[in-house]
């Protein structure tokens, strides 16, 4: 009797395995021909933005113009809070000035290199359930 529980229980749980693999095999494999990679979703927001704005306005905007100006915002907003968190720390006495100035200057002229988590070449996805998308 305990051989044809653990048969079922054994047998369930492989049912499962398979049947969520297949699941998210089809998920994912949904193909980029229709613009659903996130570099075009973002892309066409980018040019739908613009559309938007020249029709409001009258004036046209470069998409290029206008990603660039996206990336520069994010740099000085990612530089404000650096700064802010590195103040939070001096006056919590965690770090000195002199070692805030110093992370802060090791920071400004690190090389830009974008940072890509997850595990290349280990299977469909990337890693942890989703794909590795290089970001530009």
């Known amino acids: 009797m305990w051989r044809s529980k653990k048969f079922i229980i054994i047998s369930l749980a492989a049912i499962l395995l398979?049947?969520?693999t297949v699941?998210?095999?089809l998920a994912t494999d949904n193909g980029d021909e229709n613009g659903s990679s996130p570099q075009a979703r973002y892309a066409a927001?980018?040019?739908r933005v613009c559309a938007i704005y020249e029709e409001?306005?009258?004036i046209i905007i470069d998409p290029e113009a206008l990603?660039?100006?996206?990336?520069?915002?994010?740099g000085e907003m990612r530089t404000e809070a650096l700064q802010n968190r590195l103040q939070y720390l001096v006056e919590q006495g965690r770090i000195t000035d002199e070692?805030?100035?110093?992370y802060l200057e090791w920071w400004q002229s690190r090389p830009d290199v974008p940072v890509k988590f997850g595990f290349k070449g280990h299977g469909r996805l990337g890693g942890w359930g989703r794909?590795?998308?290089?970001r530009e």
Not at 67 to 74: N, R, T
Not at 99 to 102: R, S
């Open 131 to 134: 794909p590795c998308v290089p």
């Open 99 to 102: 070692q805030a100035d110093q």
């Open 18 to 20: 398979v049947g969520s």
């Open 56 to 58: 409001n306005t009258g």
């Open 45 to 47: 927001l980018l040019d």
């Open 23 to 25: 699941g998210v095999v």
């Open 67 to 74: 990603k660039a100006s996206f990336v520069q915002a994010k």
